[in-house]
Structures are given as structure tokens and as C-alpha cells.
């Protein structure tokens, strides 16, 4: 049985094989008297699924909206691709948690959303749409309002639209916390065959142990006041298991047990 | 709003407003609108005048009386709409109906009734208050949580004990808000009701000085039934307040 | 076959209707007419035309005055809802307008303005615009934080979201705010007619009260309530044809 590595990382962190397509530098968030980010630095590497893993509080979804150009660090920087962020960019696309899909737009529109913000002709972008809407498995929706779908159908709208802007960058806060647990199993499931398929990067905030051990190829873990990256997990040897046999293997539940016994004392 | 840093309290712009007004009046650009300051000084010094005081005291009858019964009959209608299907069905079309009509046009109906004095003033004030009221009282009735009913049951109330340590408190916010925006309405309703039926309370002043010119007892007499109107306004929404932290997000 | 729910109006109007009748026949007072007389006249008025030109009359300050609260009232509302200073500086004026009766502003607005056009449309205004303007700036200012930052994650210009995201999501409120404004302004048409001039419906009221014909005055009366019940439930089945999405809430519901 191969040992995952787990590596103690407090400011510094080194990346294990490829280049990082985002690197977080330094940063610092404070809201008036509120530490929310101190002095954290991370990277992303190419191609991989990062989990930031934390209990509440712990300042991932701040941070992954920082990355995301949707908030600004009080100091340090964030590179993509060797750019430094100055605020929201085509490198970069974001999956809400509460989907944040317009109530009055139809299923094709609301993929099309971010196509049509970067100027992209109607024809154009509805044929993109079609395609996104189709590789999530809701061919046959297009003209359906999200009044009108489930929670999880919605999410899948929400993926779709963030896939079809063609980003680097996948950035998903808690993407699946507001659906049921079935939906939620697929949706891990799905999203290990996306990772494989896509050449992208994904950034991926949650604060679901299991589902970090399941869909990771890199977890960060974060605890709270102050902010802080603790470790840094690699696991390696269940990842090209299938689907269906990740949730028993033993070194997924050991790292499962191992993450859970250090962050118990961070609940309140 | 932030100001050199500091925070500028809400209505703060009425201050500004103020001063407006004071040199509107001053530059003398037209006759209806003399300055501020006289309007405040005619307005302390008609507070204590007796033509002043009947017509308060005529307005505050016509208006606290239009008000209870408003209250009651609305509240009682409102929880039995609320908790019997068939009253509701038949009740709940003309409560809509006349929510949303010009109650101004039934006016005249309650002159020719009830002649021009005290009565109709009070029963004009109370129709204008009474169909919000009933409104909110059975929304307050219908969204008492299943729950709470149910345990109510399973811990063996008695029906007034489940009624006023339960039922009233749930069904309270909510009835709470009807009755402050029924006041809101009663208060047009009792100057609607003197301008139209008999001269008498504020609706007596404003045709008395309008008809002599005096704007600055005009616009005084106009802030004090505002600053009232407002006063009662933000009491009862303080009320709400006090009693809605426990309400739902609604 | 009916719906029970419509069988009961029904029923329940016809209720009132006897009621009424029996209630004119007693008579309960000299003035009361029965619901037999009163419908006759509504419908002898408007068989002789007078129904319509005297709305004619009176719905034109209506007309005017809705018009130009609705435009000057979202345009104010919006321009307070997206802006702070606006907001500190406007907003007290008008929640002091919503509570305050406004109808005491009418001897003066007469005086200034006289007996005519002018004044009507200025009682309809300064009674609609309140609510249009404090609708529109509430929900533009309570657009859901995480619709904006969608637009702005898919670099939305301001314009775009401006027109794509606040506005769409605010237009449910906006139009509850116009049919209260179309109602409120409604209630100063009517007050202005009983009040200023009698002209229009307003005449025919004072009109037959004044003779005593009061099978006029109650089927006058009875078609102001008819018209504006009509009309605004007409505006409320709009509302819904228009908003079906998001009548049930937005999606984080």
C-alpha cells in the first residue's frame, strides 16, 4: 500500500511535480478589526483539483473570491498563469454555491450569460451553450426556467455556464452543499471524470472531508484565527481506481480518519 | 453615507432640506412659502391657542375612535377568516376589493348616511384602517407553524391556554404590522374624512387659513399632523420590532 | 362545473346584492336606495353617454398624473437606489410622504395652482410618487449580492449589470410599486374631483346628491369601485403573466 504524502507546510509550500497555474502569495485580508487571511501562501498546480478544506471560519471562501478577482487582499498578490490579479478575468470562472442563476432567463441563456458579457455573437454562443448544456447532461432544457428545475439540475446550469467560457481556472465555492446527498455522490463522481477530461485547473472550496479525499488531487487544509494553510495532502494511490471504488479504499479512509482526528478541535 | 469619515445618521438629510426651505422663504420667491423660521415660531405659538386644541382634540376623538374599532373588528375577523375555510372564502374577495379601492369614493355614500358630523369622520377612519388589518391578522392566523399546533396538542393545552401562550405570540408580528399600517391609513383616512364631510379638527384650520392667506399657520399646522403622523408611524414600527425577533425571516 | 372557490364569490356577491336590495327597500334611510334602482341608473348613464365623458374627465388628470409619476418616480428610485449620496438626500422626503397624508396638501396645492388641470394632476403625483420611488430604490438596493458578483465573475461591465441583473431582478417590486402608486393616484383623482372642482364622476356625485337622485350617486359611486377593482386586478394578472419565474422567489428559495 503507497503512502500518501502529507507534508507539514506553514508559509512556504512546494509544489510535487508540475508548474502551479496559480500561485497565492502572501495575502492578507482584514475586515476593519477582523483577521480574515494572514500572511497565506499556496500553490495550484496545472491541470489538478485543489481542495481548500476547513471548518467555518476559516477564510476558503474568502480566499477563493480573492483568486477570483471578486474581492481585493489587503496585502500580497495572486498570480495566474504568471500574471498578477487585479480583478475578475477570462482566465478564471466561478461556480456559486447558491447557483446565482437569473430567475427570468431560460436554461440556454443562463449558460450563454458569460459568452454573451465577452461579446460573443448570439449564434456563437448559443451553439457553445448547447454544447456545455448537453455535456451536463440536461439536453432537452434549453428553454426551461430555474424555477422550473431541481436544486441539483440548477447547479449543473451553473457548471455549464462556468465551463463554457473556456477559463483556466475553475474556482467552486461549496458547489454542492446546497443539494441533496444522491445528487451530491453523482456530482463527485462527474466531477472526477471532468477533471480527467479537461485540461483545466480546478479550485475547489468545501468543508466536506469525504469529499475533499474524493475529488482531490491536492488538499489544503485551512484553520481558523489566525487563517492558516496547516497541511498539505497528496493522495495518491486510489486516484485511478474508479469511481466506485474510491469511498472504500483503505488509504482514502485513513486519510479521511487522520483529517478529521486534527480539525475535531477546531468545532465549536 | 459618510461624511469626513463620520456616519451621517439616516434622516439627517432633512436637516439640509430644512435650510433649504429657510432660504427659499427668505429670498421671498414666491408667497407660498415663507421661511422655515416663521413657520416654527407660528407654530409654538399657536400650540397653546384654544382654536388649536379643539382642533386637536377633535381630530385625536375622531382618530382614536375611528383606530379601536378598526383594531377589534379587524383583529376578529381577520383570526376567524384565518381559521375558518368557508368565512374566508366568502369574506376574502371583498376584503381584497375594497383593500384596493378609492375608499375615497365611498365618501359620499357615508355623508348621505350618516350626516356630516363626528360619525361619519370616524367610520370614514376606520373603513380606510379596517381591510389591512383583517389582511394581516389572517396571514398571521394561516402561517402559524403545523408544528407548534401539533405540540401544543401533544402536551394537552386547553384551548385558552394554547391561545394566549402560543397562537397570539405567533400570530402577533404579524398582526402587529397590519395594525401599523392601518394606523398609517387611519390617519389619512381622518383628514380625507374632515376635508370632505365637515369642517372640523385640522381639516377646519387648513380652510381657515388657506382661505385668509396665512400661510405660515398653514404650513405650521401641515408639520405638526406630519411630525404626529410620523410619530406614530415609527412607535408602532418600534413595537414590531421589539416583538419580531423571534418571527421568521419573512 | 365551477370551482368551489368561484361559486362562492359568486354566492357571496349575491349575498351582498340581496342585502342590499332589502337593505333599500326597508329602507334603512331615506337615502339608501335599493340595488335594483341604483343598477338602473348605472346602466341608463351609460346607455345616454354620460358615463363615459364624465370618465373621460376625470380619468384624464388620472392618466397624465400616473404617466408622469411612473417615469419621473422609477427614474428617481433608480437614480436613489445606485447611488448613497441620493439615497441620504431623498429618501427621508419621500418615507415622510408615504406616512404623512398627503390629501391635507390639497387646499394648498388649490391655492397655488388653482381650480383647474393643473392641480388635479399634482394631487394624483404627489400621491403616487412615494411608494413608486421607495418600491424601485428598495429593490434595486436589495438586488441579491450574489447575482452581482456572478455578473462581475463573468466581467459584466457596470452597464451590463446595471441593465442585465438589477434592473431585471427589481422589475417584480417596480411593478407592485406602480399598481400601489396607480392605486394611491387613483384615491387623489377622485379626492380632487370631490374637493376642487365637480367635473367628471366627481360632478355626478355631488351632482345627484345635491337633487337627491340618489340611485346616480350610488351607480357612480359603484363604478368607480368596479373600475378600479377591474383595473387593478388586471395590472396584478400582468404582474404575474410577466414575472411567472420570479414570482416564486428567487433560486436560492
Redesign the interface.
Known amino acids: 500500500m503507497a503512502m500518501s504524502q502529507i507534508k507539514e507546510a506553514p508559509n512556504h509550500t512546494e509544489v510535487v511535480g508540475s508548474d502551479s497555474a496559480v500561485s497565492v502569495r502572501n495575502i492578507t485580508k482584514n475586515y476593519g478589526e477582523v483577521e480574515a487571511l494572514r500572511d497565506m501562501s499556496l500553490e495550484f498546480p496545472r491541470g489538478q483539483l485543489t481542495s481548500l478544506l476547513g471548518p467555518s471560519g476559516c477564510g476558503k471562501t474568502t480566499l477563493l473570491k480573492i483568486i477570483a478577482g471578486l474581492l481585493l487582499p489587503t496585502s500580497g498578490y495572486v498570480e495566474v498563469n504568471g500574471k498578477t490579479v487585479q480583478g475578475p478575468g477570462p482566465d478564471r470562472a466561478f461556480v456559486f454555491q447558491d447557483f446565482a442563476l437569473l430567475p427570468w432567463a431560460t436554461v440556454l441563456n443562463n449558460v450563454a450569460f458569460g459568452l454573451e458579457m465577452r461579446g460573443v455573437a448570439k449564434s456563437e454562443r448559443e451553439a457553445i451553450a448547447e454544447k456545455y448544456i448537453g455535456d451536463v447532461g440536461l439536453s432537452g432544457f434549453e428553454h426551461s426556467y430555474p424555477h422550473e428545475l431541481s436544486g441539483g439540475m440548477r447547479q449543473r446550469v451553473g457548471l455549464a455556464r462556468a465551463l463554457s467560457v473556456d477559463a483556466d481556472v475553475l474556482l467552486m465555492d461549496e458547489p454542492f452543499s446546497a443539494v441533496d446527498e444522491q445528487t451530491r455522490r453523482k456530482f463527485q463522481e462527474d466531477l472526477l471524470n471532468l477533471v480527467q477530461n479537461e485540461n483545466k485547473t480546478f479550485i475547489f472550496v468545501t468543508h466536506s472531508i469525504e469529499e475533499a479525499v474524493y475529488v482531490s488531487d491536492q488538499i489544503a487544509i485551512l484553520l481558523p484565527r489566525p487563517s492558516r494553510v496547516s497541511e498539505i495532502i497528496r493522495p495518491s494511490s486510489f486516484r485511478n481506481k474508479g469511481v466506485d471504488n474510491i469511498r472504500r479504499d483503505p488509504e482514502y479512509l485513513d486519510i479521511v480518519d487522520d483529517i478529521w482526528s486534527s480539525l475535531r478541535t477546531y468545532v465549536e | 453615507?459618510h461624511l469626513f469619515g463620520y456616519r451621517?445618521p439616516?434622516?439627517?438629510?432633512?436637516i439640509?432640506?430644512g435650510l433649504l426651505w429657510e432660504i427659499v422663504g427668505r429670498a421671498d420667491l414666491?408667497f407660498?412659502v415663507p421661511p422655515l423660521s416663521e413657520v416654527l415660531a407660528t407654530l409654538f405659538a399657536i400650540i397653546g391657542t384654544p382654536a388649536f386644541k379643539k382642533a386637536l382634540a377633535e381630530t385625536a376623538y375622531a382618530f382614536s375612535l375611528g383606530v379601536f374599532f378598526a383594531v377589534v373588528i379587524g383583529i376578529i375577523v381577520g383570526i376567524l377568516m384565518g381559521k375558518n375555510r368557508?368565512l374566508d372564502?366568502?369574506?376574502l374577495?371583498?376584503v381584497n376589493?375594497f383593500l384596493?379601492?378609492?375608499?375615497?369614493?365611498?365618501?359620499?355614500?357615508l355623508?348621505?348616511?350618516f350626516g356630516f358630523g363626528m360619525k361619519s369622520i370616524v367610520i370614514t377612519t376606520a373603513l380606510f384602517a379596517v381591510w389591512i388589518i383583517i389582511l394581516n391578522s389572517r396571514a398571521g392566523v394561516k402561517q402559524i407553524n403545523r408544528s407548534l399546533i401539533e405540540m401544543a396538542n401533544s402536551f394537552g393545552a386547553s384551548p385558552m391556554d394554547a391561545f394566549f401562550k402560543i397562537y397570539f405570540w405567533a400570530a402577533l408580528p404579524e398582526i402587529l404590522g397590519g395594525v401599523r399600517i392601518g394606523i398609517?391609513r387611519a390617519?389619512?383616512g381622518?383628514?380625507?374624512g374632515q376635508?370632505?364631510i365637515s369642517i372640523v379638527g385640522?381639516g377646519a384650520l387648513?380652510?381657515l387659513y388657506?382661505a385668509n392667506?396665512l400661510m405660515g399657520h398653514?404650513w405650521a399646522v401641515?408639520i405638526v399632523?406630519?411630525a404626529l403622523?410620523?410619530t406614530i408611524?415609527e412607535f408602532l414600527a418600534y413595537l414590531e420590532r421589539r416583538v419580531s425577533y423571534y418571527a421568521a425571516k419573512r | 362545473m365551477l370551482s368551489r372557490a368561484n361559486l362562492l364569490k359568486i354566492l357571496s356577491a349575491l349575498v351582498l346584492c340581496g342585502a342590499w336590495e332589502l337593505a333599500g327597500r326597508v329602507p334603512v334611510s331615506y337615502a339608501f336606495p335599493t340595488f335594483l334602482d341604483s343598477m338602473q341608473a348605472f346602466f341608463e348613464m351609460i346607455g345616454n353617454g354620460m358615463m363615459l365623458a364624465a370618465y373621460k374627465e376625470t380619468l384624464r388628470p388620472l392618466v397624465i398624473g400616473i404617466m408622469i409619476s411612473a417615469v419621473l418616480g422609477i427614474g428617481l428610485g433608480l437614480w436613489v437606489g445606485l447611488n448613497n449620496f441620493f439615497d441620504w438626500l431623498f429618501s427621508p422626503i419621500f418615507i415622510v410622504m408615504q406616512a404623512a397624508p398627503l390629501a391635507a396638501l390639497i387646499p394648498l396645492l388649490v391655492l397655488a395652482y388653482g381650480i383647474g388641470l393643473t392641480s388635479k394632476v399634482l394631487v394624483v403625483c404627489i400621491m403616487a410618487m412615494p411608494v413608486i420611488v421607495l418600491n424601485t430604490s428598495g429593490a434595486v438596493r436589495n438586488t441579491p449580492e450574489s447575482f452581482k458578483e456572478m455578473g462581475k465573475s463573468f466581467l459584466a461591465s457596470r452597464t451590463s449589470v446595471l441593465l442585465r441583473i438589477v434592473i431585471p431582478a427589481a422589475s417584480p417590486v417596480i411593478f407592485a410599486g406602480l399598481r400601489l402608486g396607480i392605486s394611491a393616484g387613483f384615491i387623489g383623482a377622485i379626492l380632487a374631483e370631490l374637493k376642487i372642482t365637480p367635473t367628471g364622476v366627481g360632478d355626478i356625485i355631488t351632482y345627484s346628491r345635491s337633487i337627491a337622485d340618489y340611485p346616480s350617486m350610488y351607480a357612480a359611486i359603484f363604478s368607480i369601485i368596479l373600475l378600479a377593482v377591474l383595473f387593478l386586478n388586471l395590472l396584478e394578472k400582468i404582474e404575474t403573466i410577466l414575472f411567472k419565474g420570479n414570482q416564486r422567489g428567487y433560486v436560492s428559495d
Open positions: 453615507m451621517l439616516g434622516m439627517s438629510s432633512l439640509l432640506w414666491t407660498f368557508l372564502e366568502l369574506l374577495p371583498w376589493v384596493s379601492a378609492p375608499l375615497t369614493a365611498l365618501v359620499p355614500v355623508m348621505v348616511l398609517i390617519v389619512k381622518v383628514i380625507i376635508l370632505l385640522f387648513f380652510e388657506s392667506f398653514f401641515l399632523l406630519f403622523a410620523f408611524s
